[in-house]
Nanobody, 124 residues
Framework: IRLVESGGGAVQPGGSLTLSCVAS????????MSWVRQGPGKGVEWLSRIGYDNSVTHYADSVRGRFTISRDNSKNTVYLRLSRLNTDDTAMYYCAKPKSRSSTSISAADYFAWGQGTQVTVSS
């Protein structure tokens, strides 16, 4: 299983970014996918989960209404659109393949794999 994130960068408060995660090594279309993040000096935070297509999505309260998860099964890619960013959103963002379809876990043991992460830095 391989997950490769991209799209991170530096952005001003209020700005937007779209993160991408290209998956390989498993049946992507038959897999739920998640995004998690870890900010500097903070623990891991679960952010969002998407079902087999774009009809089932779940979000943490902290990002609901600002972040949008989506996927393109033809490209084996899951996305996370980040909008109305603030400094608290500064973190390393990871996509992950959860072991459970209902997982909001922050434990690596509850995932088959995580990517290497992509850094998002929000500052003025």
């Amino acid at each position: 299983i391989r997950l490769v994130e991209s799209g991170g960068g530096a952005v001003q408060p209020g700005g937007s970014l779209t993160l991408s995660c290209v998956a390989s090594g498993f049946d992507f279309g038959d897999s739920y996918m998640s995004w998690v993040r870890q900010g500097p000096g903070k623990g891991v935070e679960w952010l969002s989960r998407i079902g087999y297509d774009n009809s089932v999505t779940h979000y943490a309260d902290s990002v609901r209404g600002r972040f949008t998860i989506s996927r393109d099964n033809s490209k084996n890619t899951v996305y996370l659109r980040l909008s109305r960013l603030n400094t608290d959103d500064t973190a390393m963002y990871y996509c992950a393949k959860p072991k459970s379809r209902s997982s909001t876990s922050i434990s690596a043991a509850d995932y088959f794999a995580w990517g290497q992460g992509t850094q998002v830095t929000v500052s003025s």
